[in-house]
């Protein structure tokens, strides 16, 4: 006989079927580590935004982009990545409310301050954000896309955030950069286009 158990993943379950007689230890039971390690269907697009007073990207010692105040995006592409995956993450960071308004309080997004000084983007590809520690001290980055498939989907995002009217500069992909920022608050939201955080 079997019973269930629901792991929650991103948007939805995964179900493992595990013999009502057996205990935690069998080894029988299915391991939902092991098994959420040996595949990435639910890991999503990652970025981690930054609300900054400044930021500026260098490689080689010149300035590859720059912007004043804005947001950073530190953007992870993993494998199982498409433009659905990209038109999500794009269409959260466009409609994030971490600007003060009159108030004093975050209401305000970068697509809201289109005409002011605030509303600019400066996007960093950053494949490390898929560094999986958990079974050493060595990060693994599998669950990364491929550098073909990742320089797509991270110039069709940052096209997708040109198109909204907002005035985005970009790092440089595949260089070694050095990333310059005043994080403003400071304030940092974690995005991932399956909803895992």
């Known amino acids: 006989m079997y019973g269930t ?26 391991n939902p580590t092991k098994t959420a390690l040996s595949s990435y269907d639910w890991l999503g697009m990652r970025a981690v935004v930054q609300r900054v007073s400044r930021c500026r990207v260098l490689v080689d010692g010149r300035v590859a982009g720059e912007i004043g105040t804005g947001l950073l995006v530190l953007l992870g592409v993993g494998k199982t990545d498409n433009e659905a ?15 003060e308004d009159s108030e004093g309080k975050m209401n305000l997004s970068a697509q809201s301050l289109i005409n002011g000084s605030r509303g600019d983007v400066l996007v960093v590809s950053q494949f490390t954000l898929y560094g999986d520690a958990r079974r050493g001290k060595r990060p693994s980055f599998d669950a990364a896309a491929p550098l073909g498939e990742a320089r797509l989907l991270y110039e069709y995002f940052v096209e997708k ?17 050095d990333v310059e920022l005043v994080n403003q608050g400071p304030v940092t939201i974690l995005l991932d286009s399956e909803k895992a955080f």
């Open 5 to 30: 158990r629901r792991i929650l993943w991103g948007k939805g379950f995964r179900v493992n079927l595990i013999p009502i007689d057996c205990k935690e230890s069998d080894d029988r039971v299915v």
């Open 85 to 99: 995956a990209a038109d999500y993450l794009a269409e959260k960071v466009l409609g994030l409310r971490i600007f």
């Open 161 to 177: 955030i040109r198109s909204a009217g907002l005035r985005c500069e970009t790092g440089e992909f595949q260089a070694m950069m």
